[in-house]
Every structure is written in structure tokens, then in C-alpha cells.
């Protein structure tokens, strides 16, 4: 299995109730390594590009508005395996259906509020490390 890399983001529900660190353990406890960092608030302009595959459903307003309603963390995560690991260990989108032991079991709020984002392929993964980071800010 190849070391690879995905993107992952802690939404604004997690980062308001002071959960970067127990999120980021369990992405570390997962076999993942974060090798970048950031805290950043996002712009509108930065969440509707990011997410510009979801502009026709109808949640996609008020996630753009989620998204910018408070600080995020976005981070590269490696490890083997980096997008499946992560998704394994995020959980289900809708934490009614995640399970036990996964950050949205454990964290999320709703649907949207689900406390964390992580790239759903390899292709994927490098866009959205490229839209938030520049190569040397990337540190393996
Ligand atoms: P995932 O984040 O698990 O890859 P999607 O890519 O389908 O899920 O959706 C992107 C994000 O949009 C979700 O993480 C969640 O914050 C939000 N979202 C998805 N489905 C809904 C929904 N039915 N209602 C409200 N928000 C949603
Ligand atoms: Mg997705």
C-alpha cells in the first residue's frame, strides 16, 4: 500500500467548541500524520469554489454560510492509503448513520455541522491541497 496523501478541513462546529486537538488525535491515532497545518477563516468566494461540485443541491448555500462562520483548520494528512484511512475514521456523513468510534459519531452536530471534511479520492485530494496550500508549506 502507497503512502499518499488527502486534504482534510475541521469545520467551524468543532473549532467553536475547542475540538481541534481531540479531532486531530484521532486523525493521528488513525495512522494519518499531519504534515500541514493551518487555522485560517474562509472566505465566501474560498467556500463556494471549494465547494463547486455541490453548487446545484440545495444545501449548498447554507454550507458556503457554515463554512465561514468561524475558524477552520485546514490540513495534508499522510499516511498509507491517506483518502480511505481518512474516510474510515471521519465517519458517515450524516453521524445518524456514522459509526462507533468515528469523529462524526463521536463530534458532529448535524448533517452539515459534521465537524470535519476529507477528500474523497486521489485526484481530489491533490485540488484541495493545492486550493489551500502552497508546496512549501507542505513539510513530510
Ligand atoms: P462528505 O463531506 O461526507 O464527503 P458530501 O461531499 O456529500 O459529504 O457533502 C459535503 C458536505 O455538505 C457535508 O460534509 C456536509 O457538511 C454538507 N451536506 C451534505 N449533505 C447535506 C444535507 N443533506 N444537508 C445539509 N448539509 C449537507
Ligand atoms: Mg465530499
Known sequence: MA???TF???????????????VTKLLEEAGLRVVASKRIRMTRDQA?????????????????????????VVQVLEGEDAVKRNRD???????????????????????????VHGSDSDDNAA?????FFQPGEIVG
Do not use: Q, W
Open 3 to 5: 503512502v499518499t496523501r
Open 8 to 22: 482534510s478541513i475541521i469545520k467551524p462546529d468543532a473549532t467553536r467548541r475547542n475540538l481541534t486537538g481531540a
Open 48 to 72: 463556494e469554489g471549494f465547494y463547486a461540485v455541490h453548487k446545484e443541491r440545495p444545501f449548498y448555500n447554507d454550507l458556503c454560510s457554515f463554512m465561514t462562520s468561524g475558524p477552520v
Open 127 to 131: 485540488i484541495e491541497i493545492a486550493y
Open 89 to 115: 475514521v471521519m465517519g458517515a456523513t450524516n453521524p445518524a448513520d456514522a459509526a462507533e468510534g468515528t469523529i462524526r459519531k463521536l463530534y458532529a452536530e448535524s448533517i452539515e455541522a459534521n465537524s
